[in-house]
């Protein structure tokens, strides 16, 4: 380990040994910092040494779950009763909040969990005041913000590597490829498909076994939600995005689906193929201060070319 990692090593070991002696209320630890430094290696090693009744949740996959389990229930709280349920120790992968609706849902869990005094560990590329950046509701999280400092240690883990531009692609995610038109042939108009996802329906370009194709304008162009891909993902073990565009040619929310489709597959372990007209570095180029623009650059980085 490098040294930020060790030093969040050692809050995480205290917290583990709060758990161990059997406490309520032990303090949990927030983990943020760059992409790639080894934030949920480090949360996962420590859940998996926690010997407490716990659960560990990706931010996308749990809020899939309780939206259904608040319209299967008949109430949000219920839900969030159900999601708890005899919990010690909840572990949150990708803390990242974007959306005020989802933001005041998450006021509410930590209302709950604290409460209960549930101990919660999470991860994150933002501080704890860097949560809701939007100017116009970032005010509406500040209480909850205050009491994710209350609870919880926060601690920075920037080490000087970026490890997935290091790290040997050997399984899911990074088992796909960033593909030049040029070197593939596109599906035929006749493979089109439409796939049923809830209520709604999404075209796919083809379906071949457990691969399905997707043309980029249609999967992020259109207002297709991270609730979509977790149910495709579930269905499709590889995945294959055509037309992909320059980036920053693109419109804001549909570089936001882009980013959240990336975020659902890496966490999957879904392997991703992208094919594109322009050159990798292309693709990406211009998009500098773009939300969450580094987790979506580093996650790409471990694709083949």
């Known amino acids: 380990m490098d040294d930020a990692q060790r030093a969040a090593a050692a809050v995480l070991h205290e917290t583990a040994e709060g ?43 749990f809020f899939r779950r309780l939206h259904a389990d608040a319209h299967t229930l008949g109430s949000i709280d219920l ?49 704890p005041d860097g949560l809701l950046p939007n100017p116009l509701f970032h005010h509406l999280f500040a209480p909850s913000i205050a009491v ?30 960033f593909v030049r038109a040029s070197d593939t042939e596109p599906p035929a108009l006749c493979e089109r498909v439409a796939l049923t996802v809830g209520t709604r ?6 379906v071949r076994d457990r691969t399905v194709w997707f043309d980029f304008a249609v999967l992020c162009g259109t207002p297709t939600a991270p609730a979509d891909y977790l149910e495709l993902s579930e269905q499709f073990r590889c995945w294959v995005i055509t ?9 804001a929310e549909t570089v936001r689906r882009f980013a ?41 980085s471990t694709l083949s070319r």
């Open 19 to 61: 758990l161990g002696q059997g406490r309520r209320g032990v303090r949990g630890v927030y983990l943020w910092g760059p992409v790639g430094r080894g934030k949920t290696w480090l949360m996962d090693r420590f859940y998996g040494s926690a010997a407490v009744p716990k659960r560990r949740v990706h931010f996308h996959s």
């Open 79 to 127: 839900a969030i009763d159900a999601a708890l349920w005899d919990v010690r120790l909840l572990c949150f992968d990708e803390f990242h909040l974007h959306d005020v609706g989802d933001a005041m849902l998450v006021a509410r869990l930590l209302k709950v969990l604290f409460t209960r005094g549930i101990t919660l560990v999470a991860t994150s590329n933002y501080p």
């Open 148 to 177: 994710l400092e209350q609870h919880l240690t926060v601690v920075r883990v920037a080490g000087p590597v970026d490890y997935r531009t290091v790290a040997t692609a050997d399984a899911g995610f990074a088992t796909g490829r």
């Open 201 to 206: 329906t999404v075209t796919a370009s083809a």
């Open 243 to 251: 037309g992909v565009p320059r980036l920053r040619e693109a419109g």
């Open 260 to 300: 959240n489709v990336v975020d659902v597959l890496y966490d999957r372990g879904t392997a991703l193929t992208l094919v594109a007209e322009a050159s990798r570095d292309d693709v990406f180029a211009g998009l500098d201060g773009t939300l969450d623009y580094d987790r979506l650059v580093s996650r790409l």
